[in-house]
């Protein structure tokens, strides 16, 4: 059942819920822990025999109330704060027009966003989105420079 990967469930054999019959615990000590000879013919088996060791797990669950609302709330204030960094870029006015028109898409995702279910996945998504604007930002205003001077500078001769 298991190796055909279809599951028991369907299987005409499998048993049904409610159907299964209470099992005891195996108690016994014919499993060889540690190895062994391997596969006796008909007869006793020979050598040693381990008892087998028992595994006591114990499991708590934690119940964690999460209040849809308030946590909706704080998306919407991760958004907030997204959406201002955005309008800066986007009203610079020495800003790239190709970064001012990737911040506009990003703010139009993340208005949007307001409207809908928002997941932490997809706020987290736009943080990227605008980490990644900011970078392009910063680069350029770093590259503007150069081309400001009016002139070139000469590079050291080779020595």
């Not at 060791?53 to 991760?78: F, H, W």
């Amino acid at each position: 059942m298991a190796g055909e990967r279809r599951g028991g469930r369907h299987h005409q054999d499998a048993v049904r819920r409610g159907e299964e019959e209470p099992q005891r615990p195996h108690r016994g000590s014919d499993v060889d822990v540690h190895g062994g000879q391997g596969a006796q013919p008909s007869g006793t088996v020979r050598g040693e025999v381990h008892a087998a060791e028992r595994v006591v797990v114990n499991l708590t669950a934690r119940r964690v109330r999460i209040d849809p609302q308030a946590k909706r709330a704080q998306y919407l204030n991760r958004l907030e704060l997204l959406i201002q960094e955005l309008d800066g870029i986007i009203a610079d006015p020495e800003g790239f027009e190709e970064i001012q028109l990737q911040a506009m898409d990003t703010l139009i995702k993340a208005v949007r966003l307001c409207y809908t279910i928002v997941r932490d996945v997809d706020v987290e998504l736009l943080e990227s989105e605008l980490e990644t604007i900011k970078e392009r930002s910063r680069e350029a205003q770093e590259g503007r420079g150069d081309e400001e001077l009016g002139y070139e500078l000469p590079e050291d001769p080779p020595q």
